[in-house]
């Protein structure tokens, strides 16, 4: 993972800004806009966290530059084929209980970032992924902190990863898949 994206680094950046988004909050948000939202801009992002930015202010144009980092390489890393993508959430030197915390608040994120447009999709898959993330974000943040229970934790963050890199895939085939009919020939 690219070392941009520490969540440590990044939650107060929205701190400083009009937003009642968490960090992961907002990183969900964004990769369920850009999975739904092909030509998704840094403004129509911002525009979904944000209440208003000063840009004259140092520290909000500051906190700003970050989120434009934070929106480039999210995007990069949604459209990485070595699948290259995390959630934004607390990394395992965290209590247990933030981590799973700030994993629900980016599931609820992201359900809220694919609501901004109409899902088309028949996908059977794709729409089961997309319930189960939605009950990943009703579950309980209270997790004593032990080996199975960070186990279990670490299986459902993979689980979320790859999964909205599978609904993303599904909303969006990628380029690099298509086949030019004159290359058939």
Not at 24 to 44: R, T, Y
Not at 46 to 61: A, F, G, Q, R, T
Not at 106 to 131: F, R
Request: glycine share 4%.
């Amino acid at each position: 993972m690219n070392s941009i994206l520490i969540y440590d680094n990044l939650k107060s950046t929205l701190h400083a800004l009009n937003t009642d988004d968490t960090v992961s909050s907002a990183h969900g948000i964004l990769c369920g806009f850009a999975c739904v939202k092909p030509d998704l801009g840094l403004d129509d992002w911002l525009n979904e966290i944000l209440v208003s930015i000063d840009l004259n202010n140092l520290s909000e144009k500051l906190a700003h530059e970050e989120l434009a980092l934070i929106f480039n390489e999210t995007l990069s890393q949604l459209n990485d084929e070595t699948l290259d993508f995390q959630p934004l959430i607390a990394d395992e030197e965290s209590r247990l209980g933030e981590q799973a915390n700030t994993l629900i608040e980016w599931c609820q994120g992201y359900l809220v970032g694919l609501g901004l447009q109409k899902i088309s999709t028949t996908d059977e898959e794709a729409l089961e992924l997309i319930k189960d993330i939605s009950e990943i974000s009703q579950l309980d943040a209270d997790l004593i902190d032990n080996e199975q229970n960070a186990q279990d934790l670490n299986e459902i963050i993979e689980f979320v990863r790859m999964g909205v890199l599978l609904i993303q895939e599904t909303l969006q085939p990628s380029k690099q898949d298509y086949i030019s009919p004159e290359t058939l020939h």
